[in-house]
């Protein structure tokens, strides 16, 4: 029997872990009965239900208002605009494209509920394998344990790219214990991460590649993109040829492939394609309601779809081939200049310009540009058969893809003093897929770098990498509109933490 497991009550970062039921094929949970998590994993069926609960946090989107950090990462760069009906729509995200931030305005709150939630249930997964009956197989239990710390490494790579210094946590932390919470150094968080993702690296039972029914689960390929991810954002040069090392093993593998059309990527179909390196999944299968989940700071979120698909439509749209949606983000005329003549402009930007002189039309809302993001659009094929269905996308996130480890890979291997022969091959394989020639072979040093950033932005444009690309190549302050050094890099800390914790917990510089 499948159960609804209700984890207790986490009251340091004012959340209430409950595990909530995931998505698509191996992580979908059906909530029959309740149990106790005292009386929990004692079962492989049981300890499998934690690891479904701990990938479950990946796909929440409503933490304490709307929070999905794709939408908001694109507001904040120079790909989008905040969007939405008016400047009130959602004052959160407007905030973050505009730096206007406070520490009681912005999308801070449920960013870090949302991580910290991750990291609690992996943390309770791994206590809870410790202490599991020993009848349960070394190998069972090896593999489950390597991807709670796949994930924890995750949740706390996220919100060390949004904080900074941040709580270390890697035990459940009891009632007694809120008050003496306080922030590690940034080394210490990263070196954390680092192990994490080495440990499950290490794990023999994590596989280079999964059958269908477990599409979702971690590869060997997604931590090692992940580690050389982590080592390319601490930005030590010294570190450039670990981290390249890293993303050509995932290259070199042998188990993934640019997709031969690049608009496949984004597609239904694309899916776990064989560009695919790691996905949040997200189902239309479970339908769910505004009236459950989304007052004000709730934690609990209500259904598993993509909510960004919804943000990102036309506002009362009426035409073919896509649903209505809310306006969010609209594509900054600056983007669409920069892709103009790009292969990639069509499959990344819809031009609603060329919808209106074909018949279509929409209601222009905030920041409108007449441009919107194509990639996550919602597509009227394929909208939820029930339930609200703003609520239902199924769309899976594509979190790491090879195009970006190409890139990332070229990065390093520059930064890194490396072979400009082998940097060039990497992006000239991205440029040749959509028709582009080769980069000329004379490029390279901080020239060759320029090209890699230039063309980052026209392969994973409104993906959400842009705004961290521009902070950590220390770009942001001359191509954000208000962006101050210093301040901008990194979102306020939730005052609600601060206060929990009785001040134990030190705001950002500049909040």
Not at 306 to 319: H, P
Request: proline content about 4%; hydrophobic content about 40%; aromatic content about 12%.
């Amino acid at each position: 029997m499948k159960r609804y497991i209700i984890n207790k009550l986490f009251p340091v970062f004012a959340l209430m872990v409950m595990a909530t039921s995931c998505s698509k094929d191996h992580l979908e949970l059906t909530p029959i009965g309740t149990s106790l998590e005292v009386n929990y994993y004692q079962t492989e069926e049981e300890l499998f239900e934690g690891l479904v609960a701990v990938y479950d946090v990946l796909q929440w989107g409503s933490t304490s208002g709307w929070t999905m950090s794709l939408g908001l990462l694109n507001a904040a760069s120079d790909d989008c605009y905040a969007g939405g009906s008016d400047a009130s729509d959602q004052p959160s995200w407007v905030a973050y494209d505009m730096f206007t931030l406070n520490p009681t305005l912005g999308p801070q709150e449920g960013l870090w509920t949302k991580g910290y939630a991750g990291i609690y249930r992996a943390n309770l997964l791994l206590q809870k394998l410790e202490e599991a009956p020993a009848d349960i197989s070394s190998s069972f239990k090896n593999r489950i344990a390597a991807e709670a710390k796949f994930l924890r490494a995750y949740f706390y790579f996220d919100l060390i790219k949004f904080f900074g210094n941040i709580p270390l946590l890697n035990d459940v932390v009891s009632v007694d214990q809120i008050t003496s919470v306080t922030q590690a150094s940034s080394s210490d968080v990263y070196a954390q991460i680092e192990n994490d993702l080495r440990a499950a690296k290490a794990e023999l039972e994590i596989p280079e590649s999964v059958a269908p029914a477990e599409f979702g689960r971690i590869t060997q390929g997604a931590v090692a993109a992940l580690l050389g991810k982590v080592i390319l954002y601490q930005n030590n040069d010294n570190r450039m040829i670990e981290a390249a090392d890293l993303f050509e093993e995932v290259i070199g593998s042998g188990f993934y492939f640019l997709e031969a059309n690049y608009e496949d990527v984004f597609s239904n179909q694309g899916e776990f394609g064989s560009e695919s390196i790691f996905e949040i999944q997200h189902s239309s299968n479970k339908p769910g309601d505004f009236g459950y989940g989304f007052a004000a700071g709730a934690t609990v979120n209500p259904t598993e779809g993509n909510f960004n698909v919804q943000f990102f439509g036309m506002r009362d749209y009426v035409g073919p081939e896509y649903a209505t949606g809310w306006s969010f983000c609209p594509v900054t005329e600056d983007l669409a200049d920069f892709m103009a003549g790009d292969p990639r402009f069509e499959h990344t930007i819809v031009d609603g310009n060329i919808l209106k002189a074909q018949g279509a039309s929409y209601t222009e809302g905030y920041q409108n540009t007449d441009y919107f993001i194509k990639k996550y659009a919602p597509i009227e094929a394929n909208r939820a058969s029930d339930g609200d269905v703003a609520l239902g996308w199924g769309t899976n996130q594509r979190e790491i893809r090879l195009a970006d480890v190409y890139l990332m890979a070229a990065e390093a291997i520059v930064r890194g003093g490396g072979s400009s022969i082998t940097a060039r091959e990497y992006i000239n394989r991205v440029r040749n897929r959509v028709g582009l020639g080769d980069i000329n072979t004379s490029v390279s040093g901080s020239i060759l770098l320029d090209v890699i950033y230039k063309e980052r932005r026209l392969e994973l444009a409104t993906e959400g990498h842009r705004f961290f690309d521009l902070v950590r190549t220390g770009q942001a302050p001359q191509v954000l509109n208000g962006f101050n050094a210093g301040i901008h890099e990194l979102l306020p800390i939730p005052q609600i933490e601060i206060d929990l914790t009785n001040g134990q917990i030190i705001q950002n510089p500049g909040y």
